[in-house]
């Protein structure tokens, strides 16, 4: 265990030298590598921003369950029962077609209209809020309460959410798509940077396995530059966001207190960042991998 | 200890080096291979090191035979076998000592232990004060004492040295003979390429080859 330690601190070592042997193209790399992580991982972020819009318009949606007109009590109660043991629906208010005239008549530009009205034209209404569900619970919901006896509507309006969850869904197919396509361009950066190291180095990969370097060993070193590089790379596209966040926040504030709204673009959450960090290491060893391994089947007869 | 048994090998260019060739070297002795240039002293070492496979014939060293060997295996028979090449293999960009250190780094040798062995290995061959000096510093004889004490710095059992006076005045040469007999005396197996006839000494083996062939 002691000598396995110390090999891969040897290893590491080596990937330091190889780093600071070449500073000018290590931070170029490093800065190439923080770009490219940083076009997929914005969008993604920007798209996780936009659904917490449309997640917050889910969390607390209302239904309005409007009744026959020739609703009895009876009826009144039985539905009431019924929402009582739904438990999707977080609380529920009944509003009787007396109380909703009583409204409309004192607080609408149709006060005189409704005033001189014969006859009620209103339903008693239940105004439905519901605990945190989806789209498609919303729809199920609707339909189970439409199926009931005397209930002439149920209305809610989450089309304009369905649309706009279906675009960020789109948007994250394409940010995904891209975040591969940007992923696989950084491994084939790792990997033709690892092939020119190989080759200043190879004179010293060659004496290694000629005194029983195994291949693990060789590899090694090359692995822990890639991963280097990969996590230089994450942390420097994490800075270009946090950097980028916080000036889009600013022309947003403005924008934002316009609609009467608080909405802000957050950075990653710790896990968000930890994962964006572990995708980038293993891309960067991935690309190191394959690089010294193609060497190495290359020049398998030392 | 070494053993061939009618070993040939042909390379992809269809030159062929090495022809129905048997022999056994036991434990502990000294052997020149002799021949002219492309006779196949080179390859036949190479074939001891896994640097080259046989084309048919079977090559043993130790409890390792060339035909079941898995690829996997070589980086172990190496650390039990001291290499000199010809061509010296020396990494310019460290000091000696740190050439002289890296087959102790290669199997994770602690630090200390290592730099004390390297610098045992340097004495041994009388280059302990050039410990610090770049190799480009060394002469051709001391590049050469260089490389034997990397070599042996793994206490291997075997020590293979291709040409390792080729290009060395006849003074440097004796004194790095001097250093392989050192070696042999204390039971370490020397095998050594050599056109230079006056190395050979008159107990030792020789085996001479001649195009490919073991000569009687």
């Known amino acids: ?53 449309s997640g917050e318009s889910l969390e607390s949606p209302q239904l309005s369950v409007l009744m026959n007109t020739d609703a009895a009590s009876d009826d009144i109660e039985r539905i009431n029962a019924n929402l009582e ?6 609380h529920f208010q009944f509003i009787s077609k007396e109380i909703a005239l009583q409204q409309l008549q004192q607080e609408t530009e149709l006060a005189e209209i409704m ?45 304009w959410a369905r649309k706009l969850d279906a675009i960020l869904s789109l948007g994250r197919i394409i940010a995904i798509m891209l975040a591969i396509l940007f992923g696989a361009a950084l ?13 200043t180095r190879s004179d010293e990969i060659e004496v290694s396995r000629l005194v029983g370097a195994t291949n693990s060993y060789i590899r090694r070193p090359f692995l822990y530059f890639g991963a280097i590089q990969g996590l230089a790379g994450a942390l420097l596209a994490w800075l270009i966001l946090a950097v980028s966040i916080a000036q889009i926040n600013k022309a947003l504030f403005e924008l934002a207190r316009l609609y009467e709204t608080t909405f802000k673009l957050d950075h990653f959450v710790w896990l968000d960042s930890l994962i964006l960090l572990v995708i980038a290491i293993g891309l960067g060893w991935l690309g190191a991998y394959v690089s010294v391994t193609r060497y190495l089947l290359r020049s398998d007869n030392i | ?43 036949l070492l190479k074939l001891i090191a896994a640097i080259e496979q046989p084309t048919s014939g079977t090559v043993k060293v130790g409890k390792l035979d060339s035909s079941t060997m898995k690829r996997s295996a070589v980086p172990y028979l190496r650390r039990g076998l001291g290499l000199i090449f010809q061509e010296q293999k020396i990494l310019y960009d460290r000091p000696v ?59 291997p059992t075997v020590l293979i040295a291709d040409e390792p006076t080729a290009n060395l005045d006849a003074a440097y040469a004796q004194e790095i003979m001097g250093v392989f007999r050192s070696f042999h005396q204390v039971g370490v197996t020397v095998l050594i390429a050599t056109h230079d006839l006056a190395l050979i000494e008159n107990k030792s083996r020789v085996l001479q080859l001649y195009q490919g062939k073991l000569a009687q």
């Open chain 1, 1 to 53: 265990m002691i000598r396995w330690l110390r090999q891969h601190g040897l290893a590491v070592g080596h990937a330091f030298e190889m780093l600071i042997g070449s500073p000018a193209s290590s931070v170029l790399s490093i800065v190439v590598m923080g770009i490219v992580l940083s076009f997929p991982a914005g969008i993604l972020l920007t798209l996780d921003n936009l659904r917490t819009v």
């Open chain 2, 97 to 155: 000592l740190d050439n002289v250190l890296l087959p102790l780094q290669v199997v994770g040798m602690e630090s200390k232990v290592a730099t004390a062995r390297a610098r045992a290995a340097l004495d041994k061959v009388g280059l302990l004060h050039r410990g610090k000096a770049n190799p480009v510093s060394l002469s051709g004889g001391e590049k050469q004492r260089m490389c034997i004490a990397r070599a042996v710095v793994n206490r």
């Open chain 1, 85 to 90: 043991k739904m438990s999707a629906i977080a």
């Open chain 1, 115 to 159: 005033r001189n009205l014969e006859q009620n034209p209103l339903p008693d209404v239940f105004a439905v809020n519901l605990g945190n569900v989806t789209v498609d619970e919303i729809e199920a919901l609707r339909t189970t309460i439409l199926a009931w006896p005397k209930i002439a509507h149920v209305l809610v309006d989450t089309d």
């Open chain 2, 1 to 43: 200890m070494i053993q061939f048994v009618q070993v040939s090998k042909v390379y992809s260019g269809g030159f062929q080096a090495l022809q129905g060739v048997s022999f056994s070297i036991m434990a502990g002795e000294l052997v020149f291979f002799i021949g002219h240039s492309g006779a196949g002293k080179s390859t």
């Open chain 1, 187 to 199: 491994v084939f950066a790792v990997f033709n940077m690892i092939r020119l190291q190989i080759l």
